[in-house]
């Protein structure tokens, strides 16, 4: 069964830290590139960080330096620490797949976090 549940969402002000976590069935965790996405409004979603199987990791330009993405395989987790946070950040975070999670033909997305940065 392939099931992602995000969690972790909150307001936050400007420069502070959050961690998001994401679980994974092991059906999709397993040998998968992991990546968070996230979608503010009114524009498209996109892949913010990337972490292999053996823990490579890859950052959007926007967040490198700044967000840390890691994965605990024993647990089916993946997780996004987000430190300095800016009100551009301001979006709903999804974990996926890369690429994104298609069992049956069209693409799979969990409920997603929250995450608004404002003063």
């Known amino acids: 069964q392939v099931q992602l549940v995000e969690s972790g969402g909150a307001s936050m002000q400007p420069g502070g830290s959050l961690r998001l976590s994401c679980a994974a069935s092991?059906?999709?965790?397993?040998?998968?590139?992991m990546g968070w996405y996230r979608q503010a409004p009114g524009k498209e979603r996109e892949l913010v960080a990337r972490?292999?199987?053996?823990?490579?990791?890859n950052y959007a330009s926007s967040v490198k330096g700044r967000f840390t993405i890691s994965r605990d395989n024993a647990k089916n987790t993946v997780y996004l620490q987000m430190n300095s946070l800016k009100p551009e950040d301001t979006a709903v975070y999804y974990c996926?797949?890369?690429?994104?999670?298609?069992?049956?033909?069209?693409?799979?997305w969990g409920k997603g976090t929250l995450v608004t940065v404002s003063l």
């Open positions: 996926n797949t890369d690429p994104p999670l298609r069992p049956n033909g069209m693409e799979y």
């Open positions: 092991g059906s999709i965790f397993v040998g998968n590139v």
């Open positions: 972490i292999t199987r053996l823990g490579f990791t």
